[in-house]
DNA sequence: TATAGACCTTCCACCAACTGGAAGGTCAAG
DNA sequence: CTTGACCTTCCAGTTGGTGGAAGGTCTATA
């Protein structure tokens, strides 16, 4: 299979597939004419790729899920502890990101958004740390 | 001022600064030994650039906040209307790392996470999307 | 057989927003 | 006069790719 085929079939770009390779997560053969070759086995492991990307692993998360994906003697402990830690950074995240939403939501909720230059969300960005805590409403 | 004071009032790391004058968002006069001199009005953009990065606002919208806060005559639909594309990313962010969490959790509970191989985490990433969404439980 | 167009190859540069570190100049205290 | 805390510039690396140029290959059709 040409890199095309794998392309077509993981939903990967090709150019994603060769950096997956330059970055020694697959190692497909080449044919005489240079061209990468990749057997079915190839193409699971970048399905598996596909897959744990979008769950939002980390590279080097991937790495360590595929090489417990191909031990067939590994402890599913081993695969449960990245999982928890990176639900543990997606937690983290969810919270940053909600705190971020909830001020500026407030603000663009006090903002006139009219013609006028007086903005509650430019007045909160220059007001230094001390007096920002200051509910106004 | 120099750097290391204007790092230590706006809690700024220095090289951020350095940076940001890089990139055009602050400009400080040069002292005779080639030092940053930073005045009063200096140290307030930087504190607000500060805030708005920490509101996760991207550099680029901050270069924009910026020239409306130094303009007097803004209107504030312009910075409200900067506000609420911002907002709409990190709505989009929440709602993706909300459906990572969901299936992982998910998928963290089913595991025995013990010295045995079989694991639903790594079924579900070797699973073709086709496959994927049949419930188990 | 020529050629068009769809493949494929490598390599280099770029994105955001910094961060780390090396090599070297400056300044104040003891 | 030296020590140590500053400051300077410049280069490289981070994450996870993406875009594009220059060029080789393959297949179908005229």
């Not at 770009?13 to 080449?30: F, H, M, Q, S, W």
């Not at 004419?33 to 699971?44: I, K, P, T």
């Not at 909600?98 to 009219?114: I, N, P, Y």
């Amino acid at each position: 299979m040409n890199i095309g085929d794998v392309a077509r079939r993981t939903g990967l770009p090709a150019k994603t597939i060769r950096y997956y390779e330059d970055i020694g997560l697959v190692a497909p053969r080449r044919g005489a004419n240079g061209y990468r070759s990749f057997g079915e086995a190839e193409l699971h492991k970048l399905a598996f790729l596909g897959r744990a990307r979008s769950l939002g692993f980390t590279i080097e998360d991937c790495r360590g899920l595929l090489e417990l994906y191909e031990d067939k003697s590994r402890a599913s402990a081993d695969v449960k502890s990245i999982a928890r830690e990176h639900l543990a950074r997606i937690d983290a995240k969810i919270s940053e990101l909600t705190e971020m939403h909830r001020t500026l939501s407030h603000l663009v909720q006090e903002c006139a958004g009219d013609g006028r230059p007086d903005c509650p969300i430019l007045n909160d960005l220059a007001a230094d740390a001390g007096s920002r805590d200051e509910r106004t409403d």
